[in-house]
């Protein structure tokens, strides 16, 4: 599966999907977007219809901006409310809407970084991972703080190739691992959480310790996020190897069990 182009002209934003996308599904994903029931939470293509352009499927976006690299001034509480608010629509209102594409993301890197020879690591804490429970939710499906932008003097969703029905923690799941690994500044992932139970999000109790409940999906994360690291064939970063040696300590706690 390759991956998608996307290129800015003027005030819009033209995305090239990936190789192999689901016209179809990509046509339902662009339907809800533009649904005056995500008003507010998703940013609305310019035409909800995707255009075939040789083998890819091609959709035009509104230009926004994106979120600066600058943690302590990075729209934590804002990214929080918005999931929540996805979250908290009700899908039967909706028409039809495909599944959300984290499942088979992950296991799809997973199944790449099989033959890479360094993968065994990862491989191992792989299997320590407790599958992914299926879910009826309205979510993202790939979700990290780089899926905002500011549109119109508000922060919006972006990115829907994997938006459909799943579980909200999977949304969760990057920016918990990230938190885990230390990778996340502490009051970050507070600001997002503080967030995301103002606005009621139904993947976490909206008091008390949250990690009971995310710990099996940022452990997934990790993971993902340490074979994807590996699949990169670059140089690892500070954050790479914080993944790897997370991996390591999932395969040792299980071992010492």
């Not at 790449?112 to 020879?117: A, Y």
């Not at 109790?205 to 940022?218: E, I, K, Q, T, Y």
């Not at 996020?225 to 790479?240: E, K, N, Q, Y």
Request: charge should be negative; include cysteine; charged fraction near 20%.
């Amino acid at each position: 599966m390759g991956s998608g182009v996307v290129v800015s002209i003027v005030d819009e934003v033209v995305k090239a999907h990936h190789d192999g996308a689901d016209g179809r599904a990509l046509a339902d994903r662009m339907r809800l977007a533009a649904h005056p029931a995500l008003g507010g939470i998703l940013l609305p293509p310019k035409d909800s219809t995707p255009i075939p352009v040789g083998q890819r499927w091609v959709s035009v976006w509104p230009l926004g901006v994106p979120v600066a690299d600058d943690a302590a001034a990075a729209p934590w509480a804002e990214a929080g409310g918005l999931l929540a608010r996805l979250h908290r629509v009700d899908p039967s209102r909706l028409g039809p809407i495909p599944a959300a594409g984290t499942p088979a993301r992950l296991s799809g890197a997973i199944a790449r970084v099989r033959e890479n020879p360094s993968a065994e690591t990862v491989l191992a804490a792989w299997d320590t991972v407790p599958a992914l429970e299926p879910g009826y939710h309205l979510v993202h499906g790939d979700w990290h703080l780089g899926q905002l932008v500011r549109f119109r003097g508000r922060w919006l969703l972006i990115d829907v190739d994997d938006l459909g029905l799943g579980d909200p923690l999977w949304d969760l799941g990057r920016i918990a691992a990230g938190y885990a690994i230390g990778a996340l500044p502490e009051f970050g992932w507070q600001r997002f959480l503080a967030g995301y139970r103002a606005a009621h999000g139904p993947a976490i109790p909206l008091s008390g310790d949250p990690w009971p409940v995310l710990d099996p999906v940022a452990r997934a994360f990790v993971v993902y996020s340490a074979a994807c690291a590996l699949l990169a064939d670059r140089p690892c970063d500070d954050v790479d190897r914080a993944l790897l040696a997370a991996c390591r300590r999932m395969t040792d706690c299980e071992e010492t069990r």
